[in-house]
């Protein structure tokens, strides 16, 4: 072909261009992902390009065959539409890991069902609850940034209303400057409290959230009603003082799910022993407590009934043969304190003998004890306990009836048996994936 001085390179690329554009256009539409709220179905050939395509996807690493992940399709399956209605939509994708094995053993898929959350691309663990509902709250905290950037009053309520009330709200007004130590901590405390800071908003913000200076960084727990703010310094030991003190409600009842809350706090632990939390007396008592525990935040203040939760209760020499209420300082371990002369609380002005026991305690005017078995250690322990002797069970149950049917197996193949067609994943085949191996995952 002559061109006679023409522009050969031009003219060979319009039309290399009119011949591929519509192979690429082709191309892209096979990947064209629907955003309507159904889970997403990916293969080996969609699944960078999902990936690429939404800033925040859930992908479901299942098995056809697996139990566990039948129960939790039709979880995701109602969770789907609810995230993908959000301001900023979370897509639920699924993919069939034991097919895609090359797929599932990049990204250490070592069970099933195994769901993991890709934030612009970076896959992050989810370890959280399973039923719809709790998936819903769980990825809006976990795909929500480290902390928000308010600029209106508009901003600031819509903020507040969309943080899921399980969890505490920490606004920071007029604390720019502190916006990377309040990330730093927003990342730290991501999946138990939200984080915000509010650049621009008026005199009325002031007032209801009744603050009367800025920089003033205020705390919200809406499920227990509770509002606290922290005029400064806002460096970062102070900070986070702040911030553990506001993570559990002022009073925390004892019950086994709390014990775990206490583990993670090093604060001491002001501890009243009642007959029955919901007896009138025991209630105006825990209000009374609650005033204490505002001032006095170097403390956690719990309560626990003997008709809710005895068995704890007797660890501390607290029985029904007592006189109640009972008030000690516990070490959240092995050893506890008793104030002399204030072992009980009386009836009547039960406000200052709380304040006589708390200053008793600061003045050193106590008697050391030792809990009795299980400690702290031993309840939390014992929650695992139950369910590891449980497994135990189960599992030499099981080891009999395989004992059982392998004699039955072996007597069945030596006339003609039939073998199971259960996947057996120690090798992919054809792949060169030597070693890998996944196994059905319990929730």
Known sequence: MNFHGKNPPLLLLLLTSSFLLPLLLQAAASHEFRTD??????????????????????????????????????QLDSAAPVLARLNEPIYIAKLDADKYRKLASKYEIDGFPTLKLFVHGEP????????????????????????????????????VKGAEKEYPVFIGFGLEDSQPVLAEFGGQFKKKAWFSIAKNFSEEMMVFYDFDKVPALVSMNEKYNERSVFYGPFEADFLEDFI??????????????????LKEDKRKIVLTILNDENEEKSQNLIKILKSAANANREFIFCYVGLVQFEEFADTFDSTKADVLPKMLVWDGNEEYYLVEGIETLGAEDQGTQVSQFLQGFKEGKTIKKRVKE??????????????TILIILIMVAGLFVIIYLTGESGETNRTGGVQSDRPVLNRNEGTGEEGYQVRDKED
């Open 37 to 74: 709220g159904r889970v997403i179905e990916l293969d080996e050939s969609s699944f960078d390009s999902a990936i690429a395509s939404f800033d925040r996807i859930l992908v479901d690493f299942y098995a056809p065959w697996c139990g566990h992940c039948k129960r939790l399709s039709p």
């Open 124 to 159: 992050i663990e989810y370890t959280g609850p399973r039923k719809a509902e709790l998936i819903v709250k769980h990825m809006k905290k976990l795909a929500s940034p480290n902390v928000s950037i308010l600029d209106s009053d508009e901003s600031i309520h819509a903020f």
């Open 244 to 261: 553990r003190q506001n993570m559990l409600p002022l009073t925390v009842a004892i019950r086994y799910d709390t014990l775990k809350l």
């Open 374 to 387: 299980p400690s702290f250690e031993g309840f939390v322990k014992s929650i695992m306990g139950v369910g």
